[in-house]
């Protein structure tokens, strides 16, 4: 008689008994690395077309994709362009799926790079009254979710308050649901297009 801590529930042995599952579910982390493949040739391009980074560290490492199952327990895929880590600073766009959550857009500034461009992305998001923009509240900066622990949408009532939080690190967040699939290529390239003017410090 097997264990009853591995024993399987109907529904468990359902899925364990239909390979189609698990071959759909690859398929479709293909398409979505597909997909970031197209958007990482698009983002090149605007980024040669694009002075707002003058930084040239920041494009030293090439750009990335990568992919794993257990974001929470669930299949996660990630793209970062512009990328620069190190020990003290961070730059980078990120472009994130998250199985049976959403897609979303960050921009993750650490050290140097959020003292010199967190001032100007907050004035433009504030003089341009930007919507559906978020902001990371938590002392962790490694989180993706969008929990109130983690983030919390950016208000013309908040924005001075949240943003006076002191951190060494600044991230702002779009996102929309996985069941808008059809609209996340011109979600990702609208909001890339939308951060390079946030970060314009001209």
């Not at 707002?52 to 669930?74: D, M, N, T, V, W």
């Not at 504030?126 to 002392?139: F, K, L, P, S, V």
């Amino acid at each position: 008689m097997v264990p009853a801590n591995v024993k399987l529930s109907k529904n468990e042995l359902s899925l364990v008994c239909d390979e189609a599952f698990i071959l759909t579910k690859n398929n479709i982390i293909d398409k979505v690395y597909k997909l970031f493949g197209q958007l990482s040739m698009e983002f090149t391009n605007k980024l040669q077309q694009n002075n707002s980074i003058p930084e040239p560290e920041i494009f030293l490492q090439a750009p990335k994709i990568y992919k794993g199952e257990q974001y929470k327990s669930l299949p996660y895929v990630m793209l970062d362009q512009p990328r620069c880590f190190n020990s003290n600073d961070a730059f980078a766009i990120r472009c994130f799926f998250w199985w049976g959550n959403f897609f979303s857009i960050t921009l993750h500034l650490g050290g140097k790079y959020a003292s010199l461009y967190s001032h100007s992305v907050i004035r433009t998001i504030d003089e341009n009254n930007m919507h559906d923009w978020y902001y990371c509240i938590n002392e962790n900066q490694w989180q993706h979710d969008f929990g109130e622990h983690n983030y919390t949408i950016i208000t013309k009532d908040n924005i001075k308050t949240i943003t006076a939080i002191k951190k060494d690190f600044f991230k702002i967040s779009r996102k929309i649901p996985l069941i808008q699939w059809d609209n996340a290529y011109d979600f990702y390239l609208n909001n890339f297009s939308a951060i390079l003017s946030m970060l314009n410090t001209q």
